[in-house]
T-cell receptor
Framework: ETGVTQSPTHLIKTRGQQVTLRCSSQSGHNTVSWYQQALGQGPQFIFQYYREEENGRGNFPPRFSGLQFPNYSSELNVNALELDDSALYLC??????????????FGPGTRLTVL | AQSVSQHNHHVILSEAASLELGCNYSYGGTVNLFWYVQYPGQHLQLLLKYFSGDPLVKGIKGFEAEFIKSKFSFNLRKPSVQWSDTAEYFCAVNARAAGNKLTFGGGTRVLVKP
Protein backbone atom coordinates (compact mmCIF):
# COMPACT_ATOMS: atom_id res chain seq x y z
CA GLU A 1 0.00 0.00 0.00
CA THR A 2 1.21 3.49 -0.87
CA GLY A 3 -0.87 5.60 1.50
CA VAL A 4 -2.63 7.22 -1.44
CA THR A 5 -6.39 6.81 -1.27
CA GLN A 6 -9.06 7.51 -3.85
CA SER A 7 -12.82 7.71 -3.73
CA PRO A 8 -15.14 6.43 -4.89
CA THR A 9 -13.90 3.02 -6.01
CA HIS A 10 -16.46 2.69 -8.76
CA LEU A 11 -18.84 5.13 -10.38
CA ILE A 12 -21.48 4.89 -13.09
CA LYS A 13 -22.66 8.03 -14.88
CA THR A 14 -24.54 8.85 -18.04
CA ARG A 15 -23.43 10.98 -20.96
CA GLY A 16 -23.59 14.71 -20.29
CA GLN A 17 -23.32 14.37 -16.53
CA GLN A 18 -20.54 15.75 -14.38
CA VAL A 19 -18.31 13.77 -12.00
CA THR A 20 -15.89 14.57 -9.18
CA LEU A 21 -13.20 12.15 -8.14
CA ARG A 22 -11.15 12.55 -4.98
CA CYS A 23 -7.62 11.72 -3.93
CA SER A 24 -5.77 11.95 -0.64
CA SER A 25 -2.03 12.10 -1.08
CA GLN A 26 0.56 10.26 0.95
CA SER A 27 1.57 12.01 4.15
CA GLY A 28 4.38 14.51 3.51
CA HIS A 29 3.76 14.76 -0.23
CA ASN A 30 2.98 18.11 -1.89
CA THR A 31 2.18 17.10 -5.47
CA VAL A 32 -0.71 15.20 -7.00
CA SER A 33 -0.87 13.95 -10.58
CA TRP A 34 -3.91 12.49 -12.32
CA TYR A 35 -3.84 9.85 -15.03
CA GLN A 36 -6.50 8.22 -17.20
CA GLN A 37 -6.07 4.53 -17.98
CA ALA A 38 -8.42 3.31 -20.69
CA LEU A 39 -8.98 -0.41 -21.01
CA GLY A 40 -5.95 -2.16 -22.47
CA GLN A 41 -3.78 0.96 -22.47
CA GLY A 42 -1.15 2.58 -20.32
CA PRO A 43 -2.00 5.51 -18.08
CA GLN A 44 -2.17 8.90 -19.81
CA PHE A 45 -1.17 12.06 -17.93
CA ILE A 46 -4.09 14.45 -17.40
CA PHE A 47 -2.55 17.16 -15.18
CA GLN A 48 -0.56 17.78 -12.05
CA TYR A 49 -1.09 20.03 -9.05
CA TYR A 50 1.73 21.43 -6.97
CA ARG A 51 1.09 23.74 -4.05
CA GLU A 52 -2.54 24.19 -5.11
CA GLU A 53 -1.76 25.28 -8.67
CA GLU A 54 -1.83 23.40 -11.95
CA ASN A 55 1.74 22.47 -12.83
CA GLY A 56 1.52 20.82 -16.23
CA ARG A 57 -1.26 19.42 -18.34
CA GLY A 58 -1.54 16.61 -20.84
CA ASN A 59 -3.61 16.47 -24.00
CA PHE A 60 -7.03 16.62 -22.34
CA PRO A 61 -9.85 19.13 -23.06
CA PRO A 62 -10.80 21.91 -20.63
CA ARG A 63 -13.82 19.93 -19.39
CA PHE A 64 -11.22 18.04 -17.35
CA SER A 65 -10.35 20.28 -14.43
CA GLY A 66 -8.90 19.91 -10.99
CA LEU A 67 -8.20 21.37 -7.60
CA GLN A 68 -5.64 20.86 -4.91
CA PHE A 69 -6.42 21.80 -1.34
CA PRO A 70 -4.14 23.16 1.40
CA ASN A 71 -3.80 19.65 2.85
CA TYR A 72 -2.57 18.56 -0.63
CA SER A 73 -5.58 16.37 -1.33
CA SER A 74 -7.03 16.81 -4.79
CA GLU A 75 -10.15 16.57 -6.93
CA LEU A 76 -10.57 15.75 -10.58
CA ASN A 77 -13.72 17.11 -12.19
CA VAL A 78 -15.02 16.05 -15.57
CA ASN A 79 -17.93 17.93 -17.15
CA ALA A 80 -20.17 16.87 -20.02
CA LEU A 81 -19.16 13.23 -19.76
CA GLU A 82 -18.65 11.27 -22.96
CA LEU A 83 -18.63 7.52 -23.49
CA ASP A 84 -14.85 7.62 -24.13
CA ASP A 85 -14.31 8.99 -20.64
CA SER A 86 -14.95 5.48 -19.31
CA ALA A 87 -11.64 4.49 -17.76
CA LEU A 88 -9.68 3.92 -14.58
CA TYR A 89 -8.61 7.26 -13.13
CA LEU A 90 -5.39 7.11 -11.17
CA CYS A 91 -4.04 9.58 -8.71
CA UNK A 92 -0.34 9.68 -7.86
CA UNK A 93 1.34 11.68 -5.14
CA UNK A 94 4.95 12.75 -4.85
CA UNK A 95 7.23 15.15 -3.07
CA UNK A 96 8.51 17.72 -5.49
CA UNK A 97 11.29 20.13 -4.79
CA UNK A 98 14.96 20.82 -5.31
CA UNK A 99 17.01 17.67 -4.97
CA UNK A 100 13.95 15.43 -4.83
CA UNK A 101 13.68 12.46 -7.14
CA UNK A 102 9.95 13.02 -7.64
CA UNK A 103 9.02 9.33 -7.39
CA UNK A 104 5.27 8.95 -7.74
CA UNK A 105 3.10 6.68 -5.62
CA PHE A 106 -0.19 5.54 -7.09
CA GLY A 107 -3.58 5.06 -5.51
CA PRO A 108 -5.94 2.19 -6.35
CA GLY A 109 -7.90 4.24 -8.86
CA THR A 110 -11.55 5.07 -9.51
CA ARG A 111 -13.28 3.03 -12.19
CA LEU A 112 -15.64 5.35 -14.09
CA THR A 113 -18.23 3.93 -16.45
CA VAL A 114 -20.17 6.31 -18.69
CA LEU A 115 -23.37 4.91 -20.20
CA ALA B 1 7.33 15.35 -26.50
CA GLN B 2 8.49 12.04 -25.15
CA SER B 3 6.93 8.70 -26.03
CA VAL B 4 7.41 5.16 -24.76
CA SER B 5 7.13 1.96 -26.75
CA GLN B 6 6.76 -1.52 -25.30
CA HIS B 7 7.45 -4.15 -27.90
CA ASN B 8 5.20 -6.98 -26.73
CA HIS B 9 1.55 -6.62 -25.84
CA HIS B 10 1.20 -10.16 -24.52
CA VAL B 11 3.73 -12.68 -23.28
CA ILE B 12 2.94 -16.24 -22.20
CA LEU B 13 5.57 -18.37 -20.56
CA SER B 14 5.98 -21.23 -18.12
CA GLU B 15 7.25 -21.07 -14.57
CA ALA B 16 11.05 -20.97 -14.29
CA ALA B 17 11.39 -19.47 -17.76
CA SER B 18 13.33 -16.25 -18.18
CA LEU B 19 11.51 -13.03 -18.93
CA GLU B 20 12.64 -9.99 -20.86
CA LEU B 21 10.32 -7.11 -21.69
CA GLY B 22 11.46 -4.43 -24.07
CA CYS B 23 11.02 -0.71 -23.56
CA ASN B 24 12.22 2.10 -25.79
CA TYR B 25 11.63 5.78 -25.33
CA SER B 26 12.06 8.81 -27.51
CA TYR B 27 13.48 11.86 -25.83
CA GLY B 28 16.84 13.45 -26.27
CA GLY B 29 17.35 14.88 -22.83
CA THR B 30 17.93 13.50 -19.37
CA VAL B 31 15.33 11.04 -18.17
CA ASN B 32 14.24 9.10 -15.13
CA LEU B 33 13.02 5.60 -15.97
CA PHE B 34 10.57 3.33 -14.21
CA TRP B 35 8.94 -0.06 -14.43
CA TYR B 36 5.57 -0.45 -12.75
CA VAL B 37 3.56 -3.63 -12.27
CA GLN B 38 -0.19 -4.00 -11.97
CA TYR B 39 -1.29 -7.33 -10.51
CA PRO B 40 -4.88 -8.40 -11.21
CA GLY B 41 -7.22 -6.25 -9.16
CA GLN B 42 -4.43 -4.26 -7.57
CA HIS B 43 -2.99 -0.78 -8.03
CA LEU B 44 0.17 0.18 -9.87
CA GLN B 45 3.28 -0.68 -7.91
CA LEU B 46 6.84 0.41 -8.56
CA LEU B 47 9.16 -2.46 -9.51
CA LEU B 48 12.31 -0.45 -10.02
CA LYS B 49 13.61 2.93 -11.07
CA TYR B 50 16.64 4.55 -12.62
CA PHE B 51 17.70 8.12 -11.92
CA SER B 52 21.46 8.05 -12.38
CA GLY B 53 24.55 5.97 -11.71
CA ASP B 54 24.86 2.25 -12.39
CA PRO B 55 22.72 1.53 -15.47
CA LEU B 56 21.90 -1.95 -14.17
CA VAL B 57 19.12 -1.49 -11.66
CA LYS B 58 17.81 -4.13 -9.31
CA GLY B 59 14.25 -3.96 -8.07
CA ILE B 60 11.84 -5.95 -5.99
CA LYS B 61 10.88 -9.59 -6.51
CA GLY B 62 14.06 -10.46 -8.43
CA PHE B 63 13.50 -8.05 -11.29
CA GLU B 64 16.25 -5.99 -12.85
CA ALA B 65 16.50 -3.54 -15.74
CA GLU B 66 19.33 -2.16 -17.80
CA PHE B 67 19.45 1.40 -19.10
CA ILE B 68 21.26 1.61 -22.43
CA LYS B 69 21.43 5.29 -23.23
CA SER B 70 22.70 4.82 -26.79
CA LYS B 71 19.69 2.66 -27.58
CA PHE B 72 17.14 4.70 -25.60
CA SER B 73 16.16 1.44 -23.97
CA PHE B 74 15.28 0.24 -20.48
CA ASN B 75 14.51 -3.47 -20.74
CA LEU B 76 13.13 -5.43 -17.81
CA ARG B 77 14.43 -8.90 -16.97
CA LYS B 78 13.82 -11.72 -14.54
CA PRO B 79 15.87 -14.92 -14.77
CA SER B 80 13.17 -17.28 -13.51
CA VAL B 81 9.50 -16.29 -13.32
CA GLN B 82 6.86 -17.59 -10.96
CA TRP B 83 3.13 -17.96 -11.41
CA SER B 84 2.71 -14.95 -9.10
CA ASP B 85 4.47 -12.75 -11.70
CA THR B 86 1.32 -12.87 -13.81
CA ALA B 87 0.49 -9.19 -14.21
CA GLU B 88 0.65 -6.21 -16.54
CA TYR B 89 3.96 -4.41 -16.73
CA PHE B 90 4.36 -0.76 -17.67
CA CYS B 91 7.49 1.12 -18.59
CA ALA B 92 7.42 4.85 -17.83
CA VAL B 93 9.65 7.80 -18.52
CA ASN B 94 9.96 11.15 -16.81
CA ALA B 95 11.78 13.75 -18.84
CA ARG B 96 13.43 15.86 -16.18
CA ALA B 97 12.95 19.06 -18.18
CA ALA B 98 9.22 18.34 -18.37
CA GLY B 99 8.68 18.38 -14.65
CA ASN B 100 7.15 15.48 -12.82
CA LYS B 101 4.94 14.06 -15.59
CA LEU B 102 5.22 10.34 -16.34
CA THR B 103 4.78 9.04 -19.88
CA PHE B 104 3.78 5.37 -19.94
CA GLY B 105 4.08 2.69 -22.54
CA GLY B 106 1.06 0.68 -23.56
CA GLY B 107 1.88 -2.16 -21.19
CA THR B 108 2.76 -5.81 -21.59
CA ARG B 109 0.42 -8.42 -20.21
CA VAL B 110 2.41 -11.38 -18.86
CA LEU B 111 0.81 -14.74 -18.16
CA VAL B 112 2.90 -17.31 -16.35
CA LYS B 113 1.55 -20.83 -16.63
CA PRO B 114 2.09 -23.08 -13.62
Amino acid sequence: ETGVTQSPTHLIKTRGQQVTLRCSSQSGHNTVSWYQQALGQGPQFIFQYYREEENGRGNFPPRFSGLQFPNYSSELNVNALELDDSALYLCASSLMGEGRNNEQFFGPGTRLTVL
Amino acid sequence: AQSVSQHNHHVILSEAASLELGCNYSYGGTVNLFWYVQYPGQHLQLLLKYFSGDPLVKGIKGFEAEFIKSKFSFNLRKPSVQWSDTAEYFCAVNARAAGNKLTFGGGTRVLVKP
